[in-house]
């Protein structure tokens, strides 16, 4: 099995606890868009969407443990460049945050599926189990819709907001990438694993970004 | 059935939009809190406790539903005053939170539980449910009081801030009384419902006031 392998083992638990320290800077960010949501409703929405990201978190944690980690240690290396990523991408109003939630969960959720397609059968379904139920697309996409509907200059920024988010998702990303040697093994493959190559990169990054282009539309944001 | 009376059930729907709206307000505060946890684990036992408190605010809802009754229309009548509360109760630390989730979540169940027992038997299941599971007793008390052992002049703080938060529960509490004639009543009773004369209401808060100590004493602070 290949979780036997303390090499890939360490890796497995690298990028676990990244998706972890995910979740729990996901519900930070949801909660705090919450207080700043105009109508009750929304704000029990997007408390919602926040609970719903902890109980991933937990689920993640729980199986970090059963694998022997702790799942503080293994969120500890993350935190500085998730914390960074956050502060970058602080939302200044609750349709800011409502756009984070889907297209910043989305292309997290995006990048994760390609990972865990690399991975054991078990850590590539507790990694998809995980990715689902975090959209929350159509309360997003109706409320996204209808603000830009009222005001139609809230569409101009949002879409600049959709846009920043990708370019500090993507310069986050390579910071783990460049610190964190486990992680890119796993992308890397080993003697026994497949991995990608340059090319296969570049085709993962292609698809991500035809992802990212199709939610920004879904939002009716220029992407 | 008690709640086959209107004027009744419009006080239950009142009463559970009341504590609903303290509740989302709780998780708001907790979810804020674990934002400024300085340790990791902190923070993931904050947004457990943040995420409790939205479960029950769910199932309150849920309720309301069940009663037929709108939880959103029921909890806006609340919002003005527990938003005023928590503005002038916000922690400016954790450990602040932590003694307001601890003391203040305290002496609403406490409260809560004193007016259910005026109420039908299926709404004081509701509500005495709703209060079990929120305290988090444990983690609070071994926190604040390794934070005193550390620091002796955090206790006085702490001491004071639990007094500001009863003071301002109170506040707070005889506002909603003048302001719902509806949640008065039901103390007051009815025809074929018990209520609370002046002598209950003083021992009521006699009861408060005094379990209110024993929270202050167990975190090791002076009531």
């Known amino acids: 099995?290949?979780?036997?392998?303390?090499?890939?083992?360490?890796?497995?638990?690298?990028?676990?606890?990244?998706?972890?320290?995910?979740?729990?800077?996901?519900?930070?960010?949801?909660?705090?868009?919450?207080?700043?949501?105009?109508?009750?409703?929304?704000?029990?929405?997007?408390?919602?969407?926040a609970s719903r990201?902890?109980?991933?978190?937990?689920?993640?944690?729980?199986?970090?443990?059963?694998?022997?980690?702790?799942?503080?240690?293994?969120?500890?290396?993350?935190?500085?460049?998730?914390?960074?990523?956050?502060?970058?991408?602080?939302?200044?109003?609750?349709?800011?945050?409502?756009?984070?939630?889907?297209?910043?969960?989305?292309?997290?959720a995006d990048f994760y599926s390609e990972i865990a397609a690399f991975l054991d059968a078990d850590t590539q379904r507790v990694i998809i189990e995980n990715l689902r139920d975090t959209g929350n697309a159509e309360f997003v996409v109706g409320r996204v819709r209808a603000a830009i509907v009222k005001d139609h200059r809230v569409g101009g920024r949002l879409a600049l907001w959709g846009r920043r988010l990708m370019g500090e998702a993507l310069t986050q990303a390579q910071r783990v990438a460049a610190e964190r040697d486990a992680l890119t093994a796993l992308l890397a493959g080993g003697v026994d694993r497949p991995g990608m190559d340059l090319a296969a990169i570049s085709r993962l990054f292609t698809r991500l970004t035809e992802n990212h282009t199709k939610r920004m539309e879904s939002l009716g944001l220029a992407p």
């Open 1 to 49: 099995m290949a979780l036997q392998d303390p090499v890939y083992k360490e890796a497995v638990i690298d990028l676990l606890g990244a998706i972890a320290y995910g979740e729990i800077s996901a519900f930070q960010r949801l909660a705090q868009d919450a207080g700043t949501a105009p109508e009750l409703r929304d704000k029990a929405e997007l408390a919602r969407m």
């Open 53 to 108: 990201e902890l109980g991933n978190f937990e689920r993640l944690c729980d199986h970090m443990e059963s694998l022997g980690a702790d799942p503080i240690v293994a969120m500890e290396s993350f935190v500085e460049v998730f914390d960074a990523f956050h502060v970058r991408t602080a939302s200044s109003d609750w349709l800011e945050g409502l756009v984070t939630a889907y297209v910043g969960d989305g292309l997290a």
